[in-house]
Protein backbone atom coordinates (compact mmCIF):
# COMPACT_ATOMS: atom_id res chain seq x y z
CA UNK A 1 0.00 0.00 0.00
CA UNK A 2 1.12 3.13 -1.10
CA UNK A 3 0.65 6.80 1.28
CA UNK A 4 -0.11 8.23 -2.13
CA UNK A 5 -3.12 7.69 -4.44
CA UNK A 6 -3.41 8.19 -8.18
CA UNK A 7 -4.64 6.42 -10.89
CA UNK A 8 -8.49 6.33 -9.38
CA UNK A 9 -12.03 7.67 -10.75
CA UNK A 10 -12.43 10.85 -8.70
CA UNK A 11 -10.35 13.02 -8.11
CA UNK A 12 -7.65 12.87 -4.98
CA UNK A 13 -6.61 15.90 -2.92
CA UNK A 14 -2.79 17.06 -3.12
CA UNK A 15 -1.15 15.59 -0.48
CA UNK A 16 2.39 16.80 1.00
CA UNK A 17 5.63 15.25 -0.08
CA UNK A 18 6.28 12.41 2.78
CA UNK A 19 10.30 12.38 1.52
CA UNK A 20 12.98 14.60 2.35
CA UNK A 21 14.75 16.34 -0.84
CA UNK A 22 18.33 16.12 -0.23
CA UNK A 23 18.49 12.69 2.22
CA UNK A 24 20.84 11.56 4.78
CA UNK A 25 23.48 13.29 6.63
CA UNK A 26 25.27 15.54 4.62
CA UNK A 27 27.53 13.76 2.10
CA UNK A 28 30.82 15.51 1.10
CA UNK A 29 30.72 16.44 -2.85
CA UNK A 30 30.68 19.33 -5.36
CA UNK A 31 27.81 20.88 -4.57
CA UNK A 32 28.01 24.04 -2.41
CA UNK A 33 25.62 24.63 1.17
CA UNK A 34 23.79 27.12 -0.65
CA UNK A 35 23.70 25.10 -3.88
CA UNK A 36 21.96 22.21 -2.20
CA UNK A 37 19.78 24.73 -0.29
CA UNK A 38 18.09 26.36 -3.54
CA UNK A 39 18.06 22.08 -4.64
CA UNK A 40 16.03 21.97 -1.80
CA UNK A 41 13.56 24.85 -1.78
CA UNK A 42 12.83 24.70 -5.81
CA UNK A 43 13.23 21.26 -6.38
CA UNK A 44 15.71 21.23 -9.47
CA UNK A 45 19.27 23.26 -9.98
CA UNK A 46 20.89 24.14 -13.21
CA UNK A 47 24.68 24.03 -13.65
CA UNK A 48 26.25 25.84 -16.41
CA UNK A 49 28.56 24.59 -18.13
CA UNK A 50 29.11 21.00 -16.70
CA UNK A 51 30.68 19.89 -19.90
CA UNK A 52 32.38 21.70 -22.66
CA UNK A 53 31.90 22.21 -26.01
CA UNK A 54 34.00 19.77 -27.36
CA UNK A 55 32.44 16.86 -24.64
CA UNK A 56 28.95 17.88 -25.73
CA UNK A 57 30.11 17.87 -29.60
CA UNK A 58 31.49 14.51 -29.30
CA UNK A 59 28.77 13.06 -27.21
CA UNK A 60 26.25 14.34 -29.49
CA UNK A 61 27.95 12.80 -32.45
CA UNK A 62 28.00 9.24 -30.75
CA UNK A 63 24.16 9.93 -29.79
CA UNK A 64 23.00 10.90 -33.51
CA UNK A 65 25.11 7.97 -34.53
CA UNK A 66 23.80 5.45 -32.20
CA UNK A 67 20.42 6.60 -33.18
CA UNK A 68 20.85 6.58 -36.94
CA UNK A 69 22.31 2.45 -36.57
CA UNK A 70 19.01 1.46 -34.36
CA UNK A 71 16.69 -1.16 -36.15
CA UNK A 72 13.48 0.26 -37.26
CA UNK A 73 11.52 -2.30 -35.17
CA UNK A 74 13.62 -1.74 -32.04
CA UNK A 75 11.50 -1.33 -28.39
CA UNK A 76 14.30 1.72 -27.42
CA UNK A 77 13.02 3.82 -30.24
CA UNK A 78 10.15 5.69 -29.74
CA UNK A 79 8.81 7.71 -32.21
CA UNK A 80 6.32 11.21 -32.25
CA UNK A 81 2.44 10.72 -32.37
CA UNK A 82 1.48 10.39 -36.08
CA UNK A 83 5.05 10.38 -37.66
CA UNK A 84 7.92 7.94 -38.02
CA UNK A 85 10.25 10.92 -36.60
CA UNK A 86 12.34 9.66 -33.60
CA UNK A 87 11.24 11.55 -30.51
CA UNK A 88 13.45 9.65 -28.73
CA UNK A 89 15.73 6.36 -27.65
CA UNK A 90 15.74 4.76 -24.29
CA UNK A 91 18.39 2.83 -22.26
CA UNK A 92 21.28 5.31 -24.10
CA UNK A 93 23.45 4.20 -21.33
CA UNK A 94 23.87 1.26 -22.78
CA UNK A 95 23.92 1.58 -25.74
CA UNK A 96 26.71 4.76 -25.55
CA UNK A 97 30.14 4.66 -24.02
CA UNK A 98 30.24 8.44 -23.73
CA UNK A 99 27.12 7.98 -21.91
CA UNK A 100 27.82 5.21 -19.94
CA UNK A 101 30.94 7.13 -18.75
CA UNK A 102 29.03 10.64 -17.99
CA UNK A 103 27.10 8.33 -15.76
CA UNK A 104 29.52 7.84 -13.44
CA UNK A 105 31.48 11.09 -13.71
CA UNK A 106 31.94 12.80 -10.74
CA UNK A 107 30.91 16.11 -11.95
CA UNK A 108 27.26 14.49 -12.16
CA UNK A 109 27.35 11.45 -9.77
CA UNK A 110 29.38 13.33 -7.09
CA UNK A 111 26.44 16.04 -6.77
CA UNK A 112 23.33 13.32 -7.38
CA UNK A 113 24.87 11.20 -4.27
CA UNK A 114 25.31 14.38 -1.96
CA UNK A 115 21.19 14.98 -2.91
CA UNK A 116 20.27 11.00 -2.62
CA UNK A 117 22.11 10.74 0.64
CA UNK A 118 23.60 7.40 -1.41
CA UNK A 119 24.90 5.10 -3.83
CA UNK A 120 22.72 5.37 -7.13
CA UNK A 121 21.91 3.15 -10.02
CA UNK A 122 20.28 4.47 -13.49
CA UNK A 123 16.28 4.21 -13.59
CA UNK A 124 15.97 5.55 -16.79
CA UNK A 125 17.84 7.25 -19.63
CA UNK A 126 17.02 8.19 -22.81
CA UNK A 127 18.08 10.85 -25.29
CA UNK A 128 15.04 13.22 -26.29
CA UNK A 129 15.19 14.86 -29.33
CA UNK A 130 12.83 17.73 -30.07
CA UNK A 131 13.39 17.86 -33.81
CA UNK A 132 12.70 21.31 -35.33
CA UNK A 133 9.78 22.09 -36.90
CA UNK A 134 7.25 19.56 -35.70
CA UNK A 135 9.05 18.42 -32.44
CA UNK A 136 6.22 17.46 -30.03
CA UNK A 137 5.55 18.73 -26.52
CA UNK A 138 5.20 16.73 -23.11
CA UNK A 139 2.82 17.66 -21.34
CA UNK A 140 3.04 18.46 -17.74
CA UNK A 141 3.62 15.12 -14.91
CA UNK A 142 5.50 14.30 -12.24
CA UNK A 143 7.90 11.73 -13.19
CA UNK A 144 7.70 10.30 -9.73
CA UNK A 145 4.08 9.41 -10.27
CA UNK A 146 4.59 7.63 -13.17
CA UNK A 147 7.25 6.04 -11.79
CA UNK A 148 5.16 4.58 -8.49
CA UNK A 149 2.17 3.71 -10.20
CA UNK A 150 3.55 2.40 -13.64
CA UNK A 151 7.25 0.97 -12.12
CA UNK A 152 6.67 0.30 -8.35
CA UNK A 153 9.76 3.18 -6.98
CA UNK A 154 8.78 3.46 -3.41
CA UNK A 155 9.89 6.90 -2.43
CA UNK A 156 10.51 9.88 -3.78
CA UNK A 157 14.80 9.27 -3.82
CA UNK A 158 15.25 10.44 -7.84
CA UNK A 159 17.49 12.70 -9.18
CA UNK A 160 17.17 13.28 -12.95
CA UNK A 161 19.96 15.11 -14.85
CA UNK A 162 19.03 16.55 -18.49
CA UNK A 163 22.17 18.07 -20.20
CA UNK A 164 22.06 20.35 -23.25
CA UNK A 165 23.25 19.00 -26.30
CA UNK A 166 21.60 21.84 -28.32
CA UNK A 167 20.37 24.95 -27.45
CA UNK A 168 17.68 25.19 -25.34
CA UNK A 169 15.80 28.40 -26.00
CA UNK A 170 12.70 30.07 -25.25
CA UNK A 171 11.19 29.46 -28.39
CA UNK A 172 12.04 25.65 -29.27
CA UNK A 173 10.65 23.59 -26.52
CA UNK A 174 12.78 23.89 -23.66
CA UNK A 175 11.89 22.67 -20.12
CA UNK A 176 9.45 24.43 -17.99
CA UNK A 177 9.45 23.53 -14.18
CA UNK A 178 7.09 24.81 -11.13
CA UNK A 179 9.31 25.91 -8.44
CA UNK A 180 8.51 24.37 -5.26
CA UNK A 181 5.89 21.83 -6.75
CA UNK A 182 8.17 19.17 -5.89
CA UNK A 183 6.79 19.32 -2.46
CA UNK A 184 3.07 18.40 -3.34
CA UNK A 185 1.77 14.62 -4.36
CA UNK A 186 -0.78 15.42 -7.17
CA UNK A 187 -2.96 12.43 -7.73
CA UNK A 188 -3.84 11.56 -11.37
CA UNK A 189 -7.89 10.44 -12.56
CA UNK A 190 -7.96 7.53 -14.84
CA UNK A 191 -6.91 3.99 -14.31
CA UNK A 192 -4.02 2.97 -16.21
CA UNK A 193 -4.49 0.68 -19.39
CA UNK A 194 -2.19 -2.19 -19.55
CA UNK A 195 0.86 -1.32 -21.88
CA UNK A 196 -0.14 2.19 -21.49
CA UNK A 197 3.55 2.87 -22.10
CA UNK A 198 3.59 2.28 -25.38
CA UNK A 199 1.11 5.26 -26.01
CA UNK A 200 2.66 7.22 -23.10
CA UNK A 201 5.97 7.73 -24.31
CA UNK A 202 4.28 9.47 -27.19
CA UNK A 203 1.33 11.41 -25.88
CA UNK A 204 0.52 11.01 -22.60
CA UNK A 205 -3.03 11.02 -21.33
CA UNK A 206 -3.22 9.02 -17.83
CA UNK A 207 -0.91 9.99 -15.09
CA UNK A 208 -1.37 13.65 -16.20
CA UNK A 209 -2.80 16.36 -13.18
CA UNK A 210 -6.70 17.74 -14.01
CA UNK A 211 -6.35 21.31 -15.14
CA UNK A 212 -7.64 22.83 -11.73
CA UNK A 213 -4.70 21.17 -10.25
CA UNK A 214 -2.05 22.28 -12.65
CA UNK A 215 -4.25 26.14 -12.15
CA UNK A 216 -3.62 25.88 -8.59
CA UNK A 217 -0.21 24.22 -8.91
CA UNK A 218 1.29 27.72 -11.30
CA UNK A 219 -0.60 30.11 -9.44
CA UNK A 220 1.37 28.86 -6.10
CA UNK A 221 4.58 28.40 -7.56
CA UNK A 222 4.96 30.09 -11.01
CA UNK A 223 6.77 28.74 -14.11
CA UNK A 224 10.26 28.62 -14.40
CA UNK A 225 11.54 28.26 -18.22
CA UNK A 226 14.88 26.60 -18.50
CA UNK A 227 16.56 28.63 -21.13
CA UNK A 228 20.36 27.49 -21.10
CA UNK A 229 23.33 26.55 -23.33
CA UNK A 230 24.76 23.27 -24.76
CA UNK A 231 26.50 21.57 -22.04
CA UNK A 232 24.08 22.70 -19.40
CA UNK A 233 22.65 20.52 -17.21
CA UNK A 234 19.76 20.52 -14.94
CA UNK A 235 19.56 18.43 -11.71
CA UNK A 236 15.58 18.28 -10.51
CA UNK A 237 13.67 16.47 -8.28
CA UNK A 238 11.56 13.29 -8.85
CA UNK A 239 8.50 14.96 -7.85
CA UNK A 240 8.65 18.76 -9.86
CA UNK A 241 5.65 18.97 -11.91
CA UNK A 242 7.14 20.09 -15.76
CA UNK A 243 6.60 19.92 -19.22
CA UNK A 244 7.72 21.40 -22.30
CA UNK A 245 5.74 22.88 -25.61
CA UNK A 246 6.06 21.57 -29.00
CA UNK A 247 8.94 22.91 -31.38
CA UNK A 248 8.22 24.42 -34.69
CA UNK A 249 11.42 26.86 -34.63
CA UNK A 250 13.90 25.18 -37.19
CA UNK A 251 16.61 24.82 -34.14
CA UNK A 252 16.35 21.18 -32.57
CA UNK A 253 16.34 20.76 -28.96
CA UNK A 254 18.24 17.56 -28.22
CA UNK A 255 18.56 16.51 -24.51
CA UNK A 256 20.29 13.69 -23.05
CA UNK A 257 18.30 12.55 -19.56
CA UNK A 258 19.80 9.99 -17.00
CA UNK A 259 17.79 8.98 -13.82
CA UNK A 260 19.95 8.45 -10.92
CA UNK A 261 17.95 6.27 -8.33
CA UNK A 262 19.18 5.12 -4.40
CA UNK A 263 20.14 2.06 -4.34
CA UNK A 264 17.99 2.18 -1.17
CA UNK A 265 14.77 2.75 -3.53
CA UNK A 266 14.94 -0.58 -5.68
CA UNK A 267 11.91 -0.97 -7.32
CA UNK A 268 9.13 -2.99 -6.17
CA UNK A 269 5.35 -4.16 -7.86
CA UNK A 270 4.09 -1.29 -9.60
CA UNK A 271 1.47 0.72 -6.96
CA UNK A 272 -1.02 1.31 -10.10
CA UNK A 273 -1.51 -2.38 -9.94
CA UNK A 274 -0.43 -3.17 -13.76
CA UNK A 275 2.46 -5.34 -15.16
CA UNK A 276 5.49 -3.66 -14.77
CA UNK A 277 6.94 -1.54 -17.45
CA UNK A 278 10.16 -3.13 -19.52
CA UNK A 279 13.96 -2.94 -18.07
CA UNK A 280 14.98 -0.49 -21.12
CA UNK A 281 12.21 2.15 -19.18
CA UNK A 282 12.99 0.75 -15.65
CA UNK A 283 15.81 -0.91 -14.81
CA UNK A 284 15.06 -3.81 -12.54
CA UNK A 285 18.43 -4.62 -12.53
CA UNK A 286 20.48 -2.01 -10.50
CA UNK A 287 24.34 -1.82 -10.93
CA UNK A 288 25.45 0.70 -8.34
CA UNK A 289 27.76 3.29 -10.35
CA UNK A 290 31.34 4.51 -9.99
O1 LIG B 1 7.19 7.48 -18.49
C1 LIG B 1 8.31 7.83 -18.15
O2 LIG B 1 8.98 7.17 -17.37
C2 LIG B 1 8.87 9.08 -18.74
N1 LIG B 1 7.92 9.99 -19.21
C3 LIG B 1 8.04 11.27 -19.13
C4 LIG B 1 7.14 12.15 -19.93
N2 LIG B 1 8.97 11.84 -18.33
C5 LIG B 1 9.76 11.02 -17.47
C6 LIG B 1 9.98 9.66 -17.93
O3 LIG B 1 11.14 9.67 -18.74
FE1 LIG C 1 9.36 13.85 -17.24
Same mark, same amino acid.
Given at each position: ??????????????????????????????? @??????????? =????????????? +????????? #?????? =??????????? =?????????????????????????????????????????????? *? !?????? %??? !?????? !?? @?????? %??????? +????? *???? *???????????? =???? @???????? @????????????????????? #???????????????????????????????????????????????????????? #????????????? #?????????
Amino acid at each position: MSAYVSRVSSEPSPVRRLEPVVWGDRVPGPM @TTEELASYESD =GFLLLEEALDDRE +VRSLDDELE #AVAAAM =GSRDERVIREP =GSDTVRSVFQIHELSGRVAELASDPRLLGRVRQILGSEAYIHQSRV *N !FKPGLR %GKE !FYWHSD !FE @TWHFED %GMPEMRA +VSVSI *NLTE *NRADNGSLMVMP =GSHR @TFVGCVGE @TPQEHYRESLRSQHYGVPSDR #ALEQLASAHGITQVVAPPGSALLFDSNCMHGSNGNITPYPRRNLFLVFNSVENTLV #APFGGTEPRPGHI #ASRDPVPLG
